[in-house]
């Protein structure tokens, strides 16, 4: 007899935006609805914050309350270092606060998170070690927010060399991956000159590291215009990345059937 093929290992590959990462908790929010199992996460700067909360079993409804809650004063403080204007010192202190002063190992499912090294601009994902730090680290913008010292590496937001990053999913154990994809280039023309540039930074990070192409399922929130910087938007983040979830269910329920069949 023909053994069974094996079950597939999903992964989730949640990609930065910034505030715009709060649309990652609507679709974590339809894909536990529908018992849809993750088995790993990859995340890079917010794609990190919220899948280290949630591998660490936080629940989606205290994200939600942690998002209505949320400013930029709980997670920066002004920095006097040469490397950066402020520090994400108090976001790692919240993770902490949150969900304990975790390592890796603790988590309840596998985490990938992709940093960069800012002196060699080389990407690194960390899977081992304390898992607050390496979420500061993989949201710290460099330039404007205070790299992290980890391993004898100056680290920053992973999100320039990898934005999506379907690979470190795999690097963990996913055999599929289902992709977040935060960014949807848009040219305002009410930005006069400075419109094209804007656009073509979106899409310079969307494209960075190639996981919106290599994703096995890709689910795109309706953010084109949205901001990236404020939380009080949280519930309309949150919704569309409820609808783009929703709306990808009958696309990823054909693909997982294909290669369970």
């Known amino acids: 007899m023909r053994p069974p093929p094996p079950t597939p290992r999903i992964g989730l590959a949640l990609g930065g935006g910034a505030v715009r990462g709060l649309a990652h908790i609507g679709v974590l929010s339809i894909l536990e609805r529908e018992r849809i199992p993750i088995d790993c996460v990859s995340g890079v700067s917010v794609g990190a914050i919220v899948g280290a909360a949630y591998c660490a079993g936080l629940p989606i409804e205290d994200m939600r309350k942690l998002a209505a809650t949320s400013s930029w004063r709980r997670l920066a403080s002004r920095s006097r270092s040469r490397w950066g204007l402020v520090s994400f010192d108090r976001l790692e202190r919240l993770l902490v606060m949150m969900l304990g002063d975790l390592d890796f190992a603790d988590l309840d499912l596998p985490l990938a998170v992709v940093t960069m090294d800012v002196d060699t601009g080389q990407r690194v994902v960390l899977c081992q070690g304390q898992v607050a730090p390496a ?42 991956v ?25 899409t310079l990070v969307q494209r960075a590291g190639g996981g919106v192409d290599t994703a096995d399922c890709l689910i795109t929130p309706r953010l084109a215009g949205q901001t990236y910087l404020r939380f009080s938007r949280a519930q309309e983040l949150i919704a569309a990345g409820e609808a783009a979830a929703e709306a990808a269910l009958p696309t990823l329920r054909a693909a997982l059937k294909e290669i369970r069949d």
Do not use: K
Request: glycine fraction near 18%.
């Open 178 to 202: 289902i992709g977040v994809d935060l960014f949807q280039p848009v040219y305002n023309r009410a930005w006069g000159p400075f419109g094209p540039g804007l656009a073509a930074i979106e």
């Open 135 to 176: 979420v500061r680290a993989s949201s710290s913008v460099p330039g404007f927010v205070t790299p992290v010292q980890i391993g004898g590496r100056l680290l920053g937001d992973g999100g320039i060399v990898d934005n999506l990053p379907a690979g470190a999913a795999r690097e963990v154990g996913a055999t599929f």
